[in-house]
Each structure stands twice: as structure tokens, then as C-alpha cells.
């Protein structure tokens, strides 16, 4: 069994920052792509960024240009550095990660961005 934690949500003012992290752990062998999804109340869960084994890197377009994504592999972790903050980004944010061939969610952690 895998297990993905998240941590770094918070309340932050608009134009600010936060990193969120994402740690896998359990029966691994290797992991190929991780990312981060995120979901407001009362909408679909949505794609910010992901990550390749190999480092290739996408991102949605709301979020080009201030968030980046990153990981470290010997760490089973991923990154997601968040900065200029807006209001619309507030929601809860989803590690997800392709282990073994089989995909895998986190909880979540809350992303709060006041005006």
C-alpha cells in the first residue's frame, strides 16, 4: 500500500505564498508522474501541475507563470511553491501520484487565500 500526505496549507493574503509538499510512502518501487489537483466547493476537482519521473512539467494555465512544481525523487516527494496568490485559488489541494502503475491520492490540504 502507498500513502501520499500532504502539508503547507494555510490561510494567506492575496499576493502571497505558500509551498505545499507531498510525501509517498510505503511499498514502492518506482514513481512516475506526481502532481497536484485541486477542488473549490461546489466545482470539479482540476489539474495545477505535474511532473514526470523524467522532470517534464505541465501546468494549467491559471497557474503558469506563479506556481512551480518540483520534486525530489530519492525523496518520494513533490513540491508545489505557490506565490502572487489570488482569492480563486482557494481550495483544497490533491497530491496525486502514479506508483507502480496504479494511481494514488493524498487527503488533501486547505489553500485559503483572503482579499
Known amino acids: 500500500q502507498v500513502q501520499l500526505v500532504e502539508s503547507g496549507g494555510g490561510l494567506v493574503q492575496a499576493g502571497g505564498s505558500l509551498r505545499l509538499s507531498c510525501v509517498a510512502s510505503?511499498?514502492?518501487?518506482?514513481?512516475?508522474?506526481m502532481g497536484w489537483h485541486r477542488q473549490a466547493p461546489g466545482k470539479q476537482r482540476e489539474l495545477v501541475a505535474t511532473?514526470?519521473?523524467?522532470?517534464?512539467?505541465a501546468y494549467d494555465d491559471s497557474v503558469k507563470g506563479r506556481f512551480t512544481i518540483s520534486r525530489d525523487n530519492a525523496l518520494n516527494t513533490v513540491y508545489l511553491q505557490m506565490s502572487s496568490l489570488k482569492p480563486e485559488d482557494t481550495s483544497a489541494y490533491y497530491c496525486?501520484?502514479?506508483?507502480?502503475?496504479?494511481?494514488?491520492w493524498g487527503k488533501g490540504t486547505l489553500v485559503t487565500v483572503s482579499s
Open positions: 496525486r501520484a502514479i506508483v507502480d502503475g496504479r494511481q494514488y
Open positions: 510505503g511499498s514502492i518501487f518506482s514513481i512516475n508522474a
Open positions: 511532473i514526470t519521473s523524467g522532470g517534464t512539467i
